[in-house]
């Protein structure tokens, strides 16, 4: 699994398209609220979700198969019994990286996917990370820089 620092910048840095499986268009749902930090951050959203057809201004497409564009990250907020056919078909679309959500850890998912090429990500926020790397940590949500342990010089 990718977890270094370098390998999630790597990752955040090169994945410009997000496909989110399982996002909500309910506000206060943490899929709508990372989605829409990645969104205000320039990364393109590409919900994945049935119930309903357009979240945070862009078309919702039923599965990871119908997105017309290409995908280079897919990020599940789903359970992880549900994240095998999620990893599946990330590979068949060609993507990038498969990254499991808090609290997601499917580790066939993850074997399946590192072994096609890809990258992957368990257990980690999107939003989370990229504030953390980028600078964008605060209580009140706003950018305070890097988050460090070192004294600024």
Request: hydrophobic share 45%; aromatic share 8%; proline share 5%.
């Amino acid at each position: 699994m990718a977890d270094d620092i370098t390998t999630l910048r790597r990752i955040l840095l090169g994945c410009h398209t997000i496909a989110v499986v399982g996002l909500s268009a309910d506000w206060n749902r943490p899929s709508y609220f990372a989605a829409s930090y990645l969104q205000g951050k320039g990364y393109r959203i590409v919900p994945v979700n049935p119930r309903y057809p357009r979240i945070l201004g862009e078309t919702s497409y039923a599965r990871l198969e119908d997105v017309p564009v290409a995908v280079d990250m897919v990020d599940v907020f789903r359970k992880a019994d549900d994240v095998l056919p999620i990893a599946l078909s990330a590979v068949a679309i060609g993507a990038k990286c498969l990254w499991q959500q808090l609290g997601v850890v499917n580790l066939q998912a993850d074997a399946l996917v590192r072994q096609a090429g890809l990258d992957s990500v368990m257990d980690r926020c999107v939003k989370i990370e990229h504030a953390r790397l980028f600078g964008g940590l605060h209580w009140a949500g706003v950018n305070t820089g890097v988050i460090s342990a070192r004294r600024p010089v």
